[in-house]
């Protein structure tokens, strides 16, 4: 922010416009992940209601955003609630609202908020009345309604409940309320397949059915490399060795990899290395396995999985090998010539790079291999550039 400051005053005063502009973008992404934030508070922050010591009843309430919004937050909640007296607490901070201002003080800390009151139970009995499951649309709510919300709704022990409803039972209560719905079974349990897709927060890769791909695959084969690692690597899929071995890029692709990555002089036991899909997609050849790309559906279905790499790993680069690691990574169809000479950056921050994947390496003509390697080794160094100082990764 500083460097985009100083480009504004120094450099150009209407950098502002340029959304090409790497420094731009990142903060016109920054700007859109902490409205979002506002937003998701706005929408997810429930009061509980404790006695005053003035017998007038105080309400009070925990939430926990991604970022400090609680300041930016606060006059909704003044204008929306503003003949209650309460307290919004978060990690970062809590505002109390006396009836005309708001006073921001030292967060209590989660165990002084109380988790629930006695409306808790008319919560949950209103929700179940007015949640029309047939409509539901489950990626969207999820989308919208992230899980790592539902601990503070009181109507959240309700939600797995109503989305699980056997679609039988379902289909009685859409014909008690509409004639129509009573002649289709087919929405309910379209639903219900949908639903048994969706992978709640505890489950892993390795129990993943969200596609078909598991079912004749040997195994998922999730990523690999230190928890902290500045740089990630996202391959496709695996290949057939990865799917026996359990680990990504052990094959003849990985060989090329490591040399690869020798050349540019990047460690990888100091990187995280993993793919888009998990699971190995193949047709038979006589006795062989040979590689098939996945759909764009498939793609999709594992997303949730590198998400949760991303969101633990938390890299500063990410590399991405290939056009499905790039579709995987910036929702775009961009070719990889393209992608390798544009600015892309998540909405997390981290810079993306993107290159060949090995196994193009592999698959060129001789006339051609040493020109794709080149370029591979070339974008891996240009990734090693972005290193944060003092952590590069050297052999």
């Not at 992404?29 to 934030?37: G, H, I, P, Y």
């Not at 429930?46 to 400090?68: K, L």
């Not at 897709?197 to 230190?226: F, N």
């Amino acid at each position: 922010m500083y460097r985009l400051t100083w480009r504004v005053v120094c450099e150009n005063r209407v950098l502002l416009q340029n959304n090409a502009d790497m420094d731009v973008r990142a903060a016109r992404l920054w700007s859109k992940a902490v409205s979002q934030d506002v937003h998701k508070m706005h929408a997810f922050v429930r009061f509980h209601e404790t006695p005053g010591d003035d017998g007038v009843p105080r309400y009070v309430a925990w939430f926990e955003p991604s970022h400090e919004i609680l300041r930016y937050a606060i006059p909704f909640f003044e204008k929306r609630f503003g003949n209650m007296r309460w307290m919004i607490a978060t990690p970062d901070g809590a505002a109390v609202w006396n009836g005309t201002q708001t006073e921001l003080i030292d967060s209590p800390g989660r165990s002084a908020i109380a988790r629930e009151d006695s409306t808790h139970e008319l919560w949950r009995i209103y929700y179940r009345k007015i949640c029309n499951v047939a409509r539901v649309n489950p990626r969207m709510m999820q989308r919208e309604m992230p899980q790592r919300y539902w601990r503070h709704l009181p109507e959240a022990p309700e939600i797995h409940a109503l989305l699980h409803e056997n679609p039988r039972a379902l289909h009685k209560t859409l014909s008690a309320e509409s004639a129509a719905a009573a002649e289709d079974f087919r929405v309910p349990r379209a639903i219900a397949t949908t639903l048994d897709r969706i992978a709640p927060a505890g489950d892993s890769p390795l129990t993943c059915q969200r596609c078909d791909l598991w079912r004749r695959a040997t195994q998922a084969v999730v990523g690999e490399g230190p928890k902290d690692a500045w740089l990630m690597l996202v391959g496709e899929q695996p290949g057939d060795e990865e799917d026996v071995r359990g680990r990504p890029f052990v094959g003849p692709a990985g060989r090329v990899l490591d040399e690869a990555l020798q050349n540019a002089g990047i460690a990888r036991s100091g990187i995280f290395v993993t793919n888009a899909v998990k699971h190995f997609k193949w047709e038979p050849r006589g006795k062989r396995r040979l590689h098939m790309k996945p759909q764009l559906q498939e793609i999709h279905s594992c997303g949730i999985w590198l998400e949760r790499e991303i969101a633990e790993i938390s890299p500063r680069v990410i590399v991405a090998l290939g056009a499905t690691a790039i579709r995987a990574l910036t929702g775009s169809s961009l070719t990889i010539e393209k992608a390798r000479h544009t600015d892309i950056r998540t909405a997390s921050g981290a810079t993306v790079v993107a290159t060949y994947h090995p196994s193009a390496v592999l698959r060129a003509p001789d006339d051609r291999r040493a020109k794709l390697f080149a370029a591979l080794v070339e974008d891996l160094e240009r990734a090693d550039y972005f290193a944060p100082m003092g952590n590069t990764v050297r052999p």
